[in-house]
C-alpha cells in the first residue's frame, strides 16, 4: 500500500504539468465567457500558462455591426463558436485600390506545434467579402466552400453558410526565437474585405511527453494490480 501512495503524487503532479487545452480569443463585441478580448485592434498581451503572448495588430479595424447575428457558429453552443458573434475587419476604399494587408502578429509561444482554428464569418451578402488568409504564409488545411482554404475567402458563403471554421493543422512558430505565429488578412481591390471573429489556438504536445504521461499515468494501475495478486 506504501507503494501506491508514493506513486500517485508523482502521476497527479505530471498531469498537472499539461498545459491548458486551448486559448480562445474574442475579436470585438460583447465579452464570451472563458475567452481572451480585445475590444479594438490594440496591441496588447495574454498570459496563457507559462507563456505571455503579444497581439500585434497592423491595418484592422473594430466595428459595431455584428458578424454572425444568430448564424450558425453561435448557435452551435460552443464558447468558440459564439466569438463569431463580431469582428475586426480589413477594407481599403481608396479609390482604384489594389487592395491592403492587415496582419496580427503573435509572439511568445515556447511550443514547438500547435493548432490554429480561425472564425471568419459575417451574416450579410452585401459588399465584396473577399480575402487571402493564411498563416505564416500558408493557407489552411480545411475550412468551408472552397478548394484551396482561405484563397479568396468569402466570410458569407465559405463562413457564414458553412459554420465552418478555417483550420491549420500544424503551425510551427518561425522568427528570430522560433517564438512567432502571423496570421496575415490579405484584400486585392478597392472595397474588398476580410474578416477575423474569433482565433482558437490549440498546444500540440510532443509525442514523447504524451507518452510519459500515459506511462506515469499506467504505473498506479500496474502497482494496484500487483498488490492484489501478492495479497
Known amino acids: 500500500m506504501k507503494n501506491n501512495l508514493l506513486i500517485l503524487p508523482l502521476t497527479c503532479c505530471a498531469l498537472s504539468s499539461l498545459p491548458a487545452q486551448s486559448?480562445?480569443?474574442?475579436?470585438?463585441?460583447?465579452?464570451?465567457?472563458?475567452?481572451?478580448?480585445?475590444?479594438?485592434?490594440?496591441?496588447?498581451?495574454?498570459?496563457?500558462?507559462?507563456?505571455?503572448?503579444?497581439?500585434?495588430?497592423?491595418?484592422?479595424?473594430?466595428?459595431?455591426?455584428?458578424?454572425?447575428?444568430?448564424?450558425?457558429?453561435d448557435n452551435d453552443g460552443s464558447t468558440f463558436g459564439e466569438t463569431g458573434v463580431s469582428y475586426f475587419f480589413v477594407r481599403d476604399q481608396t479609390v482604384d485600390s489594389?487592395?491592403?494587408?492587415?496582419?496580427?502578429?503573435?509572439?511568445?509561444?515556447?511550443?514547438?506545434?500547435?493548432?490554429?482554428?480561425?472564425i471568419s464569418s459575417v451574416y450579410s451578402d452585401?459588399?465584396?467579402?473577399?480575402?487571402?488568409?493564411?498563416?505564416?504564409?500558408?493557407?489552411?488545411?480545411?475550412?468551408?466552400?472552397?478548394?484551396?482554404?482561405?484563397?479568396?475567402?468569402?466570410?458569407?458563403?465559405?463562413?457564414?453558410?458553412?459554420?465552418?471554421?478555417?483550420?491549420?493543422?500544424?503551425?510551427?512558430?518561425?522568427?528570430?526565437?522560433?517564438?512567432?505565429?502571423?496570421?496575415?488578412?490579405?484584400?486585392?481591390?478597392?472595397d474588398l474585405m476580410g474578416f477575423i471573429n474569433g482565433l482558437r489556438i490549440t498546444v500540440i504536445p510532443e509525442p514523447a511527453t504524451m507518452g510519459l504521461f500515459i506511462g506515469l499515468g499506467l504505473i498506479p494501475c500496474c502497482m494496484l494490480a500487483r498488490n492484489r495478486k501478492y495479497r
Do not use: C, M
Not at 464570451?32 to 503572448?53: I, N, Q, R
Not at 489594389?98 to 480561425?118: M, P, Q, R, V
Not at 498563416?135 to 484551396?148: H, I, T
Not at 482554404?149 to 518561425?174: E, H, M
Open 126 to 190: 452585401t459588399g465584396v467579402r473577399l480575402a487571402d488568409i493564411q498563416v505564416n504564409g500558408s493557407f489552411a488545411d480545411s475550412g468551408g466552400g472552397v478548394a484551396l482554404y482561405g484563397d479568396d475567402y468569402n466570410a458569407y458563403t465559405d463562413g457564414f453558410l458553412t459554420g465552418t471554421p478555417l483550420t491549420w493543422n500544424n503551425v510551427v512558430p518561425t522568427g528570430v526565437s522560433n517564438d512567432t505565429i502571423t496570421l496575415t488578412v490579405a484584400t486585392s481591390g478597392q
Open 23 to 73: 486559448l480562445i480569443v474574442n475579436f470585438n463585441g460583447s465579452t464570451v465567457a472563458g475567452t481572451e478580448h480585445f475590444y479594438s485592434p490594440t496591441d496588447g498581451d495574454v498570459v496563457w500558462g507559462s507563456d505571455t503572448l503579444n497581439f500585434d495588430f497592423e491595418n484592422f479595424q473594430d466595428s459595431s455591426s455584428t458578424g454572425n447575428h444568430a448564424g450558425v457558429f
Open 98 to 118: 489594389t487592395g491592403i494587408t492587415a496582419t496580427l502578429t503573435i509572439s511568445g509561444f515556447s511550443g514547438d506545434n500547435y493548432k490554429l482554428e480561425l
